[in-house]
């Protein structure tokens, strides 16, 4: 079965500070690697997304995520951190038969 | 804007009553999921459609089932609720073809069953 590993359950920063967030997949197969964030009180929106190409993947606010295929890893990263990235971070795999894997979400709090 | 809307956003319910939960999209979707969403545990797939009155079962389909009669619309359904159904409940869709392969979520509905 697929699966997917964050290994960060709750990451305390201060603001300025630097963020990786971990992911891990199970998946020998083609995939689309995706990282959603969830604002207190908001929807599920997409950070950023990987298809194909460039393994450094570019989103919104930013963020940014390595596509590393030898480790089965797609870890997201942000140089500096604000109050404002106070969210739960979740990693997604899509698989060929358009099911999604979701992981069990990291919690990042960052202290003004 | 991609619009995902769900029913309601809190509901109570007692232990053995039907439960419907209801998710609309706007944007002609082909796929529309529902997942429940608990602490620690991530999003967890429960049902899946590709087309109307097309479904598949997720990871826990236990105690549900699904509906979708329209193209825009996907039921979600618990025949007889049960406390450990208490959940956070997230609709979602996405095309099928092309690069948005992503997923657009509506707001949940909070789900307690007493």
């Known amino acids: 079965a697929q699966s997917v590993s964050q290994h960060n359950h709750h990451v305390i920063l201060s603001e300025a500070a630097s963020l990786e967030l971990g992911c891990n997949y199970s998946?020998?197969?083609?995939?689309?690697l995706f990282w959603y964030v969830q604002y207190p009180g908001q929807h599920l929106q997409l950070l950023l997304k990987?298809?194909?190409?460039?393994?450094l993947v570019k989103g919104i606010k930013g963020f940014e995520a390595e596509f590393i295929k030898s480790k089965f890893s797609f870890n997201l990263r942000k140089p500096s951190v604000q109050w404002s990235d106070t969210a739960e971070y979740f990693c997604?795999?899509?698989?060929?038969?358009?099911?999604?894997?979701f992981g069990s979400g990291t919690k990042l709090n960052v202290k003004p | 804007d991609v619009k995902v809307t769900q029913s309601s956003r809190y509901l109570v319910k007692r232990t053995g009553e039907k439960v419907f939960l209801e998710c609309v999209q706007d944007m002609d979707h082909e796929n529309m999921f529902w997942y429940r969403q608990d602490p620690g545990l991530g999003l967890r797939l429960i049902y899946f459609s590709y087309d109307v009155k097309m479904k598949e079962k997720g990871d826990i389909p236990e105690g549900y089932s699904v509906s979708r009669e329209k193209k825009e619309r996907f039921s979600l359904i618990l025949e007889s609720a049960s406390t450990n159904q208490t959940s956070m409940y997230l609709c979602?869709?996405?095309?099928?073809?092309?690069?948005?392969?992503?997923?657009?979520f509506g707001p949940g509905t909070r789900l307690t069953v007493t």
């Open positions: 998946y020998g197969g083609t995939v689309n």
């Open positions: 997604a795999v899509r698989s060929n038969f358009n099911k999604f894997y």
């Open positions: 990987y298809f194909s190409g460039d393994p």
């Open positions: 979602a869709s996405s095309l099928t073809t092309g690069a948005a392969y992503e997923q657009y």
